[in-house]
Each structure stands twice: as C-alpha cells, then as structure tokens.
C-alpha cells in the first residue's frame, strides 16, 4: 500500500520553526546566557509582556538568585521543572518541589575554576592585609613597616568537601605555592584526587587542627549549618585564615566574629553570607 498522502499545508512549516517550550526567567542572567537561552526556548524574562502571570502559566522556571518557597511551588499549579544557575539549590523548598514532583536542575562543576580562583584571590587578600592596607591609603600614604602580611608557600590548605570545586582549588595551592594539602569529605570515592598529593582524614577535626588556610565547599543543609562554630575555630591555629565561597551560614557569623575579636585566626574571607545581601 503507498504512504498516506500529506497535504502542502501541513509539512510548509520547518519543524525548527515551531513553538518552542516557554521558560520564565526570574533573575537577570548574562546577556550571552540570555541569549542562548532563547536559541533553545521561547524565554519570558520580567520586562516582558505577560511575565506577570508566570505563577500561573510556567511550566518551568530558570532561577539564580532568587528563594522558591513552598508557598511559590503552591502558588505554580502548572509548574514541573526549575532550572537553577550553579550548584547550590538550597534557596529552593526542596520538600515541596518533591512532593509534586517538580525537578531540580542544577549545573554542578560549570563554575568550579571561577570559584576556586576567587578562593585564591580572597585568601591572597586577607593574608597579604590589602583590604586594610588599600582603605588605609585612601586618606593617607601608608609606611611599609606598619604592614602585615602572611607567607603561604608550603602552608597546609585545608579543604571540607572534595567535589568539583575542592579539587580545583586544591591544584590552584599545589601549584601556585606547593602547598600540603589535607582534605575530608564523607561521600567522595576513596580513590579520588590520586593525581594530587594530599593526606585524607576521616576525622574532619584534624581538618581544623592543621590547616594555615581552610577553604569549605559544602551545600548547605540541615547537616553543615553551624558546621564551623566558636568550638571548631578555636580549634585552628592562632593565624589561620578561613575561607567561604560555599554558602552563607555553613559558618556561624556571630562566632567568626567573637573568634575573630579575640585576636584568634589571621583573618576570614567571605564570598558569601547568612544574610544575601550582606
């Protein structure tokens, strides 16, 4: 029997001209980022028209920095995926996106080299004093003698949390100042980072005992909020420097503080906080 016979009409549309599936977008993205999104998608960002009804419209949603609440799932009955820029997806109601059924897509290890570098920056900042010393030289010149500064080659870098990210900034320090490396995570293999030099511990206090610098890269959850609080810094070197480029509220802020007034620990480097904004 010959192929059913098709019509002009119907094959005189391209299939990639067809719709494409709609996407709200909640937060201000990269132009670049934008636009290849709209190679992919029919996007409706706030400035559009009929942005106003995404609550009852979307079907998905793209989110950077914004919070998603129960009462934001509640309020999307149409609502089956979030795309979420980054690793983290602690700013969305994880709970309520489950029991709907509504998938989390993150992007795990696309920013690993910008953070690890910027973990670099922050503990080159804070061991080299140039936020103070710059302030300091805004209103007058600063003498040499009058600066501090600490030396990193072959201190000890701790890292929590051997993902994507830990690895990177791992390499950075072996590389950049042959640093000892000693590092813990619970769920990474045992045969992981075999082309780094490291010691692993499964006691992460020995963490905090021996690092010069430690760096987190750890999600934030139920589990790791608090995880570093007054006990566990006044466990650390007197001249140590911490570092967060993970997430807000994985140290306590208030017993960085007192650590900190205490003359205890060299200095902190946060990329991120309890309260986003600061």
Same mark, same amino acid.
């Not at 910008?114 to 103070?132: F, K, Q, Y």
């Not at 080659?153 to 993902?163: N, P, V």
């Given at each position: ?5 098709? %019509? ?19 937060? &201000? ?31 998905? !949603? !793209?989110? $950077? ?8 799932? +509640? ?6 995926? =979030?795309?979420? %820029?980054?690793?983290? /997806? ?24 910008? @953070? ?7 503990? *080159?900042?804070?061991?080299?004093? /140039?936020?103070? =010393? ?7 010149? &600063? ?8 030396? !990193? ?8 949390? *051997?993902?994507? /990210?830990? $690895? ?12 000892? @490396? ?5 769920? /990474? ?8 030099? %490291?010691? $692993? ?5 020995? @963490?905090? $005992? ?16 608090? *995880? ?6 006044? *466990?650390?070197?007197?001249? +140590? =420097? @911490? ?29 991120? %906080? ?5």
């Amino acid at each position: 029997m010959p192929p059913a016979s098709v %019509h002009d009409d119907e094959v005189s549309t391209p299939r990639s001209t067809q719709s494409k599936p709609t996407v709200y977008i909640l937060d &201000v993205w990269n132009p670049q980022a934008l636009a290849h999104a709209k190679t992919l998608f029919n996007v409706i960002t706030p400035g559009d028209a009929g942005f106003s009804d995404w609550r009852q419209n979307a079907t998905a !949603l !793209l989110i $950077r920095g914004s919070y998603f609440t129960a009462e934001d799932v +509640a309020s999307c009955p149409n609502l089956v995926a =979030i795309g979420k %820029h980054g690793v983290g /997806i602690d700013k969305i109601d994880q709970h309520a996106c489950a029991k709907r059924g509504i998938k989390i897509c993150n992007t795990p290890g696309a920013n690993a080299r910008d @953070v690890a570098e910027l973990v670099l920056a922050l503990t *080159m900042a804070v061991a080299r004093d /140039i936020r103070s =010393i710059t302030t300091r030289q805004m209103s007058k010149p &600063v003498p040499k003698e009058t600066c501090n500064g600490l030396t !990193l080659h072959r201190k000890t870098l701790g890292i929590i949390g *051997m993902g994507n /990210i830990g $690895r990177t900034v791992a390499e950075i320090f072996r590389g950049a100042f042959d640093a000892d @490396v000693v590092a813990y995570d619970v769920f /990474i293999p045992k045969d992981a980072w075999s082309h780094i030099a %490291h010691d $692993r511990v499964t006691d992460v206090d020995e @963490v905090y $005992r021996r690092a010069d610098v430690l760096s987190i890269h750890v999600p934030l959850t139920n589990g790791t909020r608090d *995880m570093i609080s007054y006990k566990q810094l006044r *466990m650390m070197k007197s001249d +140590a =420097i @911490v570092i967060n480029a993970a997430r807000g509220g994985i140290i306590n802020e208030g017993d960085l503080t007192k650590a900190l007034s205490e003359g205890h620990l060299w200095g902190a480097g946060l990329d991120c %906080h309890e309260q986003e904004p600061p």
